[in-house]
């Protein structure tokens, strides 16, 4: 109620809850839903939200240590050093992402991962013009 009553600019005395909204008693057109308080209280690039988060938790989740991702990649290229155009021959991966639950997912995020890296390795580029305008809307241009 703290929280929302600093992005209301009322009393805390003065709001009420109904309908998963908080609002100003006598006001209901100066309400909030739950989620636009919650979102009042995070951070920005900003600096801090305008209002303090004052919520409570009874369990917390901590990882003691940072978690890193181990996987090696391997390309074999051919190169026409006469044109420069590059011809991928063979692409080798290998990742250790622990237990696996959804191999799918897995494997997709590895296949997405490596066609966005041959993406950028063979200069695909985002062009804009001189006005800000994107040139490149679907990389295929």
Same mark, same amino acid.
């Given at each position: 109620m703290a929280a929302a009553a600093k992005l209301l600019e009322a009393s805390p005395a003065d709001l009420a809850v109904a309908d998963g909204r908080v609002f100003v008693r006598g006001s209901s057109? +100066? %309400?909030l839903t739950f989620a636009r308080v919650i979102q009042g209280?995070?951070?920005?690039? %900003? %600096?801090a939200g305008p209002a303090e988060p004052v919520f409570e938790a009874t369990v917390y989740h901590s990882v003691p240590t940072v978690t890193y991702a181990s996987a090696v990649h391997a390309a074999v290229v051919e190169v026409d050093v006469d044109t420069g155009q590059v +011809? !991928? /021959? +063979?692409? /080798? &991966?290998?990742h250790d992402c622990g237990r696996v639950v959804?191999? &799918?997912? &897995? $494997? %997709?995020q590895i296949h997405g991962g490596v066609t966005q890296g041959i993406g950028g390795a /063979?200069? $695909?580029e985002i062009r804009y013009d001189g006005e800000g305008? /994107? !040139?490149t809307t679907t990389l295929m241009e």
């Open positions: 057109d +100066r %309400g209280c995070l951070p920005t690039f %900003g %600096g +011809r !991928l /021959l +063979r692409y /080798l &991966v290998a959804n191999p &799918v997912i &897995v $494997e %997709g /063979l200069h $695909e305008q /994107l !040139l």
